[in-house]
């Protein structure tokens, strides 16, 4: 991933970095995990498994009792996210299937965890543009048997589903199954635009004041009001550097497109935004 502009500009902006974990009662309701002015992450629960209502422990975990014994599941806040940890009893179910939510995509990185994104479309100044969000991540998957020995275990995405697999073959019972989830930091936003797009600034077809009504609107998307203002102030005063990195993206070869990074810094008592433009490989 290239990278230019950095420190192009910075903008103040006033957010809140802490973590709220709220899981469902219900199973089917999810994980609820926000953090500051960041969309919230609704991260779901096994599929198809017959969950009784959650209880906490004195620990702090939820529990997910399965109605017959056979599977239960345990949610843990850890930083930045939650653990699901799948308790399998038996070998009668080797996947575990997590419906994403609407909008959001998985895609599948070279260490084994899953990138999670949202697309956004934002009009602004008679523009409209379409923004891909990182809004979490899904650490590598992870399963240990009851002798503490590691169990083999992958992602598969696929329809907007992630399942895990799991060897349970030759596995002392009970298998813990893993998948840790994590909302990207709410001082840490990357936005991303398309080809058509990307050629569009290279070209200056949106010119500075289109520039900054199109960042404004991006911004409030991934990261309400605060997101909004860091955006655009960041494209305002960096105008140049973002033309000539959609030039760079456009003249490579393969093409790239045009992403847009946002730092939000503490500094001297209030939260400042630094802007970074990049390339990254696209259709």
Same mark, same amino acid.
Request: aromatic residues 6%.
């Given at each position: 991933?290239?990278?230019?502009?950095?420190?192009?500009?910075?903008? /103040?902006?006033?957010?809140?970095?802490?973590?709220?974990?709220?899981?469902?009662?219900?199973?089917?309701?999810?994980?609820?995990?926000?953090?500051?002015?960041?969309?919230?992450? $609704? =991260?779901?629960?096994?599929?198809?498994?017959?969950?009784?209502?959650?209880?906490?422990?004195?620990?702090?975990?939820?529990?997910?009792?399965?109605?017959?014994?056979?599977?239960?599941?345990?949610?843990?806040?850890?930083?930045?996210?939650?653990?699901?940890?799948?308790?399998?009893?038996?070998?009668?179910?080797?996947? *575990?299937?997590?419906?994403?939510?609407?909008?959001?995509?998985?895609?599948?990185?070279?260490? &084994?965890?899953?990138?999670?994104?949202?697309?956004?479309?934002?009009?602004? +100044? @008679? =523009? $409209?543009? +379409?923004?891909?969000?990182? =809004? &979490?991540?899904? +650490?590598?998957?992870?399963?240990?048997?009851?002798?503490?020995?590691?169990?083999?275990?992958?992602?598969? /995405?696929?329809? &907007?589903?992630?399942?895990?697999?799991?060897?349970?073959?030759?596995?002392? *019972?009970?298998?813990?199954?893993?998948? $840790?989830?994590?909302?990207?930091?709410?001082?840490?936003?990357? =936005?991303?635009?398309?080809?058509?797009?990307?050629?569009?600034?290279?070209?200056?077809?949106?010119?500075?004041?289109?520039?900054?009504?199109?960042?404004?609107?991006?911004?409030?998307?991934?990261? @309400?009001?605060? @997101?909004?203002?860091? *955006?655009?102030?960041?494209? *305002?005063?960096?105008?140049?550097?973002?033309?000539?990195?959609?030039?760079?993206?456009?003249?490579?070869?393969?093409?790239?497109?045009?992403?847009?990074?946002?730092?939000?810094?503490?500094?001297?008592? /209030?939260?400042? @935004?630094?802007?970074?433009?990049?390339?990254?490989?696209?259709?």
């Amino acid at each position: 991933m290239a990278r230019a502009a950095a420190n192009a500009g910075v903008s /103040v902006v006033s957010t809140d970095g802490e973590l709220d974990v709220t899981p469902a009662l219900d199973a089917s309701g999810g994980v609820v995990v926000s953090a500051g002015n960041v969309a919230p992450l $609704t =991260i779901p629960l096994p599929d198809g498994l017959s969950l009784d209502t959650a209880e906490k422990t004195d620990s702090g975990s939820t529990v997910y009792s399965a109605d017959q014994g056979s599977v239960d599941v345990t949610v843990d806040e850890v930083v930045q996210g939650v653990r699901v940890s799948t308790v399998l009893w038996d070998g009668s179910q080797d996947a *575990f299937s997590y419906t994403l939510p609407e909008g959001v995509d998985a895609a599948p990185q070279p260490d &084994g965890s899953l990138e999670l994104t949202r697309t956004e479309v934002v009009e602004a +100044e @008679g =523009i $409209t543009a +379409e923004v891909t969000a990182t =809004i &979490g991540s899904i +650490e590598p998957a992870w399963a240990v048997d009851a002798n503490g020995a590691e169990v083999s275990t992958a992602y598969e /995405v696929a329809g &907007g589903v992630v399942t895990q697999v799991v060897d349970v073959e030759n596995a002392a *019972f009970p298998v813990v199954a893993d998948p $840790t989830w994590s909302l990207t930091s709410p001082v840490q936003v990357r =936005i991303r635009f398309t080809r058509a797009e990307t050629a569009t600034i290279a070209n200056g077809g949106w010119g500075a004041t289109g520039l900054t009504a199109v960042c404004a609107a991006a911004g409030a998307a991934v990261a @309400g009001p605060p @997101g909004a203002a860091a *955006f655009a102030a960041g494209c *305002f005063l960096a105008t140049g550097p973002m033309v000539y990195t959609a030039g760079v993206a456009q003249n490579s070869k393969p093409k790239r497109c045009l992403e847009q990074f946002m730092t939000f810094v503490p500094l001297s008592g /209030v939260i400042v @935004g630094v802007p970074w433009y990049g390339t990254y490989a696209c259709k």
